[in-house]
């Protein structure tokens, strides 16, 4: 597995679990990885996508536990999603996929103290996004690199087919406003790799 942006920040998507934590849901869940992570945190988990292929290969990759992992084959935007049921939903590189506004729906499944967390992506806006993003391409360049030594030396990797991508049409300046407008109290943190962390606890 090349090196993966969105995995390298499962451990601190992770550290965003409210303590006592005990729903996920997971959101564009692909192939499960995070699902899994949060199963292997003791979290009862629904990966929830609409992606046919990714769903026969996360159920087919089954859950290491201690919690539980369910698979919905389904539309994050039109799923039946109960009211304030969640202690964390999270979205990673899976939002730009849908209408932002979507994030409503999050919020109302999340139970009271819940915490919605999104690995997006969005254009820069500001001089410090550019400069953060900037920085990324020599990190990036390494990291690879390593990951490919790695690689090689355990007599290669397995490769998984790929999620669904897309592209995105938001700027962080968007994002940011969007946020604010719809998740009042939340925070959009520009990260290294071309991504950024919004991060929202409901009251
Ligand atoms: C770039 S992949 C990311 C997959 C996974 N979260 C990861 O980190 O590897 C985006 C995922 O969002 C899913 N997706 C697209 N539209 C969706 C929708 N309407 N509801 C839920 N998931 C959706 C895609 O099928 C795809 O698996």
């Known amino acids: 597995m090349p090196f993966n942006h969105n995995d390298r920040y499962h451990p601190r998507l992770v550290r965003l679990v409210p303590p006592g934590a005990r ?14 992570r949060l199963a292997a945190h003791g979290l009862d988990v629904e990966g929830i996508d609409p992606s046919a292929e990714m769903i026969g290969i996360a159920t087919a990759t089954g859950s290491p536990g201690p919690g ?3 698979y919905r084959h389904e539309d994050v935007t039109t799923a039946e999603l109960p009211q304030r049921r969640y202690d964390v939903i999270t979205c990673l590189a899976s939002l ?13 499944a999340l139970a009271p103290g819940g915490v919605l967390a999104v690995l997006g992506l969005a254009t820069p806006s500001t001089a410090a996004d550019h400069a953060t993003w900037l920085g990324a391409a020599p990190v990036n360049v390494a990291a690879r690199l390593l990951v490919h030594v790695g690689e090689r030396l355990n007599g290669g990797a397995d490769d998984e ?34 991504r950024y962390l919004l991060s929202y606890r409901s009251v």
């Not at 730009?96 to 109302?108: G, I, Q, S, W, Y």
């Not at 300046?173 to 071309?194: I, K, N, Q, Y």
Request: glycine share 6%; aromatic share 8%.
């Open 23 to 36: 729903t996920a849901l997971d959101v564009g869940c692909g192939s499960g990885r995070f699902a899994r």
């Open 68 to 70: 539980t992992v369910t």
């Open 96 to 108: 730009h996929h849908v209408p932002f506004e979507t994030v409503t729906r999050l919020r109302t």
């Open 161 to 194: 087919p790929r999620a669904p991508v897309r592209d995105w049409i938001m700027s962080m300046a968007d994002v940011r406003t969007e946020a604010a407008r719809l998740l009042p109290g939340s925070t959009v943190r520009t990260l290294l790799f071309w």
